[in-house]
C-alpha cells in the first residue's frame, strides 16, 4: 500500500473530503446532509435571540407588561428555536458523523433544547391578567444567553464545514455573486 494511499483513508483526511463534499453541495443548491440549510438555520437563530431581546426589554422597561404581547413574542420565539432545531437535524447523524461534527452538533442540540426549557418557564409566568415580569426577565436573560450560545456553536459548526457567512449586503441588489452582468441601479 503506497503512502500516499494510506494518508488518504486516515479518518481526518475522509472528515476533509466529507466536508469538501458538503460545501460544494451548498455551493450548488443552498443545503447539506439531509436538507440542512445553514443560513436558514442561523436566520431562525437570530430571530429568536430579536424577540427575546424585544420581550426582556418590554419586561425591564413597562411596568405591566401585557400578557398578549408577551405571548406573541414567547410564540415566535419557540417557533423560532424549533425551526432551528429541525434544520440542525436535517444534516443527519452519518453526515454529521462524515464530517467530524457530531460534537458541535450535539452541543448546539444541547443548547436549543435548554432553550425550550426556558421557554417553558417562561410560558408558565404569562398570566390571562398580565405577566409576572420579574420572573420572565430572570428567564428571558437566561433565554438570551443560551440563544447566544447556540449562535456561537453555530457559527463553529458552519466554520468547521467550512460554509462562509456572507456579510450583510451594503444595499438591496448588490448581489455581485450572481454576475448576472447587471450593474445595481446608482444612487441618487
Not at 11 to 31: C, D, E, I, Y
Not at 71 to 77: M, N
Request: glycine share 6%; hydrophobic share 35%; net charge neutral.
Amino acid at each position: 500500500m503506497s503512502t500516499q494511499f494510506a494518508a488518504a483513508q486516515t479518518p481526518t483526511n475522509a472528515a476533509l473530503q466529507a466536508r469538501a463534499k458538503m460545501q460544494q453541495r451548498h455551493q450548488q443548491s443552498g443545503s447539506i446532509g439531509g436538507g440542512y440549510r445553514p443560513l436558514s438555520a442561523r436566520s431562525y437563530q437570530q430571530s429568536a435571540r430579536i424577540h427575546a431581546q424585544a420581550l426582556n426589554a418590554y419586561g425591564q422597561n413597562c411596568q405591566q407588561l401585557p400578557a398578549e404581547t408577551a405571548r406573541e413574542h414567547l410564540t415566535a420565539i419557540q417557533q423560532n428555536v424549533a425551526a432551528t432545531r429541525k434544520e440542525i437535524a436535517k444534516l443527519g447523524d452519518e453526515a454529521a458523523k462524515e464530517a467530524d461534527v457530531q460534537e458541535q452538533v450535539a452541543t448546539l442540540q444541547k443548547h436549543l433544547t435548554e432553550c425550550e426549557k426556558l421557554c417553558d418557564m417562561m410560558g408558565k409566568t404569562i398570566k390571562d391578567d398580565g405577566v409576572e415580569t420579574v420572573q420572565m426577565c430572570a428567564h428571558c436573560s437566561g433565554l438570551e444567553a443560551k440563544l447566544k450560545a447556540a449562535e456561537t456553536e453555530h457559527q463553529a459548526l458552519l466554520k468547521k464545514l467550512g460554509i462562509e457567512v456572507p456579510a450583510p449586503a451594503a444595499a438591496h441588489g448588490d448581489h455581485d455573486h450572481h454576475k448576472s452582468g447587471a450593474q445595481p441601479a446608482a444612487k441618487p
